[in-house]
């Protein structure tokens, strides 16, 4: 989900309507993929984790650790829109179902990247590793978002790659001092 280019003296009217509404739909998705991401790496380093003395594994593994990141995906997501659809009713002067649709597409998209790949390291590692690497993939969505925010500002890859790496970075902290201050 790209955000529009180009600058407001390159549209015509109609364009310029049509580029607002895109950029519209973008910050929606874009804030559903930092909004869930934040929630999803503060739940899981709630949740008990890491190897205990005896070799077993403390907290959800497997398709419980998914259980756990697709819920809180669906019910974020559906809370978000049940919200969104009474705001939008109250500000707006008419219906804008068209855009309101595209809005919550949106949303629904950002929601279900997340949760997808935050569920990467459960296919991929073993119990004992895919625990720690959820939290550092919610970090690098975080920080993979902020790029893309910041590139839709019109700065330059170089700098927002520089933005993004350092959200990534705080992000990264956050998760590192979960794994820390658990004791594993």
């Given amino acids: 989900m790209n955000p529009p280019v180009g600058t407001p003296a390159d549209w015509s009217e109609h364009d310029e309507h049509d580029h607002l509404e895109q950029r519209r739909v973008w910050r929606e998705g874009t804030t559903m993929v930092l909004y869930l991401s934040i929630v999803l790496l503060g739940t899981l380093a709630a949740v ?9 594994i403390q907290g959800p593994t497997g398709r419980h650790l998914a259980a756990i990141i697709v819920g809180t ?79 839709s500002k019109g700065r330059s890859r170089g700098l927002s790659a520089a933005y993004g790496l350092v959200t990534f970075l705080i992000a990264l902290v956050v998760a590192a001092m979960k794994v820390a201050l658990a004791g594993h």
């Fill in 48 to 56: 008990p984790a890491g190897e205990v003395e005896t070799g077993t």
């Fill in 73 to 151: 995906a669906l019910g974020l997501a559906l809370a978000h829109l049940f919200a969104f659809h009474i705001a939008a009713h109250g500000v707006a002067r008419a219906p804008r179902r068209g855009q309101e649709f595209e809005e919550a597409r949106a949303q629904l998209i950002g929601a279900a990247l997340v949760a997808t790949l935050a569920c990467v390291p459960i296919l991929l590692l073993s119990p004992a590793a895919e625990q720690r690497a959820v939290l550092f993939v919610l970090a690098i969505i975080i920080g993979g978002a902020d790029f893309s925010v910041e590139r």
